[in-house]
């Protein structure tokens, strides 16, 4: 069929003689009987020779004709109806189900409106109650404060005189026992250490007073980091109890050297000098470590039960706070049911439209059509006016214009 009909285009352009049916039907517009769509866009694109500026026009009297058809269908019209009818019924029970579960999260909503009212007027109630002590929390500030007084004074005195030894003093060998025995004790606590510091110059007093405050600072950072959440905590809390011991054993490591030199002085034989593996085996390095290191974990452990028995003291305050708590995760759970309510406003909006565009088309004001039919038939009236452009060994760019101009025209005409 096709061949024939590139024939007989080819003898009408050359001007021969052929039965008057046949010409007549090449020079119609209008969709011969018994053709179909695919034959009718090969005639059409023969007329125009494939003309990308006649395509458009036919490919829109082609879709004004496919609706014209479907409209005096009688049968599928009731057919379409009752599909709309189906689709109607489908859409309204949608509807009522998201109405209902639009009530239920309003009816939610208020339960959680007279549950944050509740809580408030408790919230009010538990301020204008009087103070309320903690009794197991006051034992335990009681007993920290007592264990802390003390632990700070020691801080201070064993850090500062342990930082001026390791530093400034000068070890004599009239500090040598009999025996020529070192007293520990007499390194480590040294009374006037802050009258000699003062005596040496203000910045080694306040060097040595600066060290027991970093030793402080390391306790309560420690306490800090303890009452974070997260693993993160698992990797600083370590980090700092290390660092800690690391600045410990170098106060250790400087005193317990200037003790060893001067037992070398006195000694008649030659003697290595101090190092790392001497410092481990030196009984004087660990006990420093102990007096200071030890300490320090007792005192960061202790204000951390201090800290935490001040934060209990006050009944009240607890209560307080946890009825906060409470209001702010009701109210986050009730912005969550306005949010829902909203959505499915939406939804519910959607759906009328969607009804209301249904019940227009079955009451006739908006005519019914099988799209799918008409994109079918758009889609062979296209292939058969690319069949004649094949034949005619048309450029591949001319048949993609063609293609690309189907596509643009396609997406404007369906809209139904």
Known sequence: MELENI?????????KNHPQTDSSQMLSDNKQQGENYNQYGFRM??????ALNAFTPCLQSVYLGLKREQEADEQLQQDLKVSLQNKKANLERNKEQEENNKQAEADTQKELDNDIAEKQR????????????????????????IILVPFTLYFFIFYSSVAYSAFFKQFSLESLGSGGDFKLAEAIFDSQALTNALH???????FILLMPIIFLAFGFVLNRWEQETGWLKWIKIPLIILVAFVFDALLSYEIC????????????ESLPEYSIRAAANDPHFWVIICLGFVSYLVWGITFGYFVKSLDKLD??????????NEITMLKERRDVCIARQNSLANNIAGLKAEIQ??????????????VTKIKVELNNFHAGWQLYMNGMEKSSDERDAITHEFENTLKTLITI
């Open 257 to 268: 050297e200037k003790i060893y030199n001067l037992h070398t002085q006195m000694s008649l």
């Open 122 to 145: 408790e919230l009010s109630g538990v301020r204008n109650e009087s103070y309320q002590r903690n009794r197991s929390a006051w034992n335990t500030l009681v007993i920290s404060s």
């Open 200 to 206: 040496d110059s203000t910045a080694t007093l306040l």
């Open 357 to 370: 565009t249904i019940e227009n088309q079955l009451n006739g004001t908006i005519a019914r059509y099988d």
């Open 45 to 50: 694109a023969g007329r125009s020779e494939g």
């Open 7 to 15: 024939r007989n285009i080819f003898s009408l352009k050359k001007g």
């Open 315 to 324: 009944l009240n305050k607890i209560r307080q706070e946890h009825i906060a």
